[in-house]
C-alpha cells in the first residue's frame, strides 16, 4: 500500500496518536481550501519507507 486517507474531525489529535505510536508527521497541518475548515497532513506509519 502507497497511501491512504483518513477523515477525523481532530487531525491534530490523529497525528499526535500516530507519532505516540511510533509515526512520523512529515508536514506541517495545513488547511486544503481557504475559507473552508478542511486541513491535511502528510504522516508516516511506524515501518512503512
Known amino acids: 500500500m502507497f497511501h491512504f486517507c483518513l477523515v477525523d474531525p481532530d487531525i491534530e489529535g490523529l497525528?499526535?496518536?500516530?507519532?505516540?505510536?511510533?509515526?512520523?508527521?512529515?508536514?506541517?497541518?495545513?488547511?486544503l481550501f481557504e475559507g473552508e475548515p478542511f486541513k491535511g497532513s502528510l504522516v508516516r506509519t511506524r515501518g512503512s519507507n
Do not use: F, N, P, V
Not at 15 to 31: D, L, Y
Open 15 to 31: 497525528a499526535a496518536r500516530i507519532e505516540s505510536m511510533g509515526g512520523k508527521q512529515r508536514s506541517k497541518i495545513c488547511t
